[in-house]
């Protein structure tokens, strides 16, 4: 089938095969190729082969499978990749054909990718051919990398907050001259536990980090031995958690103040409150990710 190719130089799937660098042969194959699937699809719908839903339906669901597979190749490059680097991606991305709905061949070789889609029609998985035991999950967008970093970070803050306001604090009682029994009151046990948590989950995450970016293994199958000192400092800091939970909430009743007075002002209640909340939420992140105990 011959097409006048000059007609559809600016289409923007051109443009786009143009900036990774695509052939001219290759460009104008992939014009016919678009050209025999809008001829067959309309053929499809003026004979009632299909509906109009079905098609837009089915159109959907193959964008739907492809973005999957361009997030997960942007992953993989980073966002501060070259430009050259990312036509070099883009080129590989193009390497795939579909062979059958939701199933791709590469151009080159072999290879295969198959995407399965739920009930509502969205795509939640990818299989490869080169690993057939592993299933690729499409992630929830509070699994996503800026979500995760944007949440860790958040708490990093807060946690070390509590370290600098109780080290803050000793040294003004010091340089005051407050004596042990005055800063033996609750509030003051309560700050000094929350700097110790702040500084423990500070520690793991640090530790944490550095482990995985210096460890060769596999962490899906492997447990590098670094990891283990970090297990045990994340089990500690989960037990004090508890405690500092306890202490944010008779920081507002003022249980154990000798007045029955809250602790603090209300902004100290609030901050306290806060890093007890971080500190929460970084021991569910560990659990989530089977970081917090030996679950393996």
Known sequence: MKVDATGYQRRVFVHQLRLIRIGNERVVRAIRDYYRAFVQRS????EELIGVGDLERYEDRLK??????????RDELGEAAAEEEQRRYAGQLYKWVETEPFVFR???????????????????????????????????WYETEPFQVALLSICAALLLSALMCWAIGAFINRRAGISRAQGSHPASRARLLAAVVGGLDVLSLGMLLFTLSRSQANVATNVPLLLLPVMIVELIAAVLTLGVIAFAVVAWTGKGDPEGRPYWSVWGRVHYTLVALAALVYMVWLYCWNLLGFQF
């Open 106 to 140: 590469a151009l080159e070789g072999q290879r295969q990718l198959a995407f399965r889609e739920d009930s509502q029609g969205r795509v939640t998985h990818m299989f490869a051919d080169k690993i057939p035991t592993v299933a690729f999950a499409r992630l929830a």
């Open 43 to 46: 053929r499809w719908v003026r």
């Open 64 to 73: 739907d499978a492809w973005e999957g597979h361009f997030l997960w190749m």
